[in-house]
């Protein structure tokens, strides 16, 4: 048997997705020892977990950890050969060795609700988060007779925020009805905020674009604001919708509706990117996510 290796933070993850490096980084800040595990389209490490002895070896050497962050793929292609999701088979095995060697996660106690939209907006709203007026169907009608000048977004996945008038065209409509409901709501304006919880304390970022979704292509401004949330009762409410559904790092996105001093909750993201913000943060957010897991 070889010698074992013990690392403070195993990162496993894909090999294109930009949240790797900022995290090693802010561990080499921290004196904690790295081992990342990481796949790509034309690279996969050699991964064997055996239940009987709870051993794990990874590229021929046996290594265990105290510690673990792990990202799903998005950046690489999921289906193989046999139409397989190999991005799935990653994340799965990964977590699964994770969670039952007992060692630190973020989001370990998460529920269910986390990743339901409809849901965390409801209870935003019953934890005294403002939102805007919000309709979820895929009736035409009732669509159509939505606000004047609405947006609608997916009710699952990370897709982008359109006008409802342009999306309406393509809906696929059959018999008035469309194949799936949407998120319609009121059209909100810039400033727009997005809030990561991490290590037990929040951390503010405020973004300007002359885009309906500043996703789709750089913002015009992405400042970090603090620690600091300078309105009152969002640290609160954030603090509660957290708790209620087993959350310890997430990122909350608001808006602002014209003239009211409060922004507006839009949703909560439990797996969010964070590299660029860390860059506007100067390496804050990394360093909370490394001493939320290595303490």
């Not at 290796?5 to 995290?23: E, Q, W």
């Not at 190999?86 to 994770?98: E, I, Q, V």
């Not at 885009?211 to 620690?227: C, F, Q």
Request: charged share 25%.
């Amino acid at each position: 048997m070889g010698e074992t290796i013990v690392a403070d933070l195993l990162i496993a993850c894909g090999s294109a997705d930009p949240n790797l490096a900022p995290l090693a980084r802010a561990a080499e800040r921290a004196g904690r020892s790295v081992l990342a595990i990481v796949h790509g389209a034309s690279e996969e490490p050699g991964f064997s977990w055996d239940l009987e002895t709870g051993r794990l070896r990874v590229d021929g050497r046996e290594v265990e950890a105290r510690a673990a962050f792990l990202r799903y793929d998005v950046f690489t292609p999921s289906a193989e050969a046999r139409g397989l999701d190999r991005n799935a088979a990653w994340y799965a095995a990964a977590m699964g060795w994770a969670m039952a060697g007992g060692m630190k996660l973020l989001n370990r106690d998460m529920r269910q609700g986390a990743n339901q939209k409809p849901y965390m907006l409801k209870l935003a709203r019953d934890f005294g988060l403002a939102t805007a007026p919000t309709l979820i169907s895929n009736v035409e009608a009732d669509l159509r007779a939505f606000a004047e000048g609405a947006v609608a977004k997916p009710v699952a996945g990370g897709g982008y925020v359109r006008p409802l008038d342009a999306a309406l065209p393509d809906a696929g409509w059959k018999d008035g009805r469309s194949p799936m409901p949407a998120i319609v709501q009121e059209r909100l304006a810039y400033p727009e905020y997005r809030i990561y919880l991490a290590d037990g304390r929040f951390h503010l970022f405020e973004i300007h674009s002359p885009l309906l979704d500043y996703r789709t292509a750089a913002p015009s401004s992405l400042v970090y604001r603090g620690e600091t949330l300078p309105w009152p009762g969002v640290a609160e409410g954030l603090t509660r919708l957290a708790d209620t559904v087993g959350i310890d790092f997430c990122a909350c996105d608001f808006k602002t509706r014209s003239g009211e001093p409060v922004p507006l909750f839009l949703e909560l993201n439990s797996g969010p990117m964070f590299a660029a913000y860390d860059l506007a943060a100067e390496g804050r957010l990394a360093d909370a996510l490394v001493s939320a897991l290595t303490g």
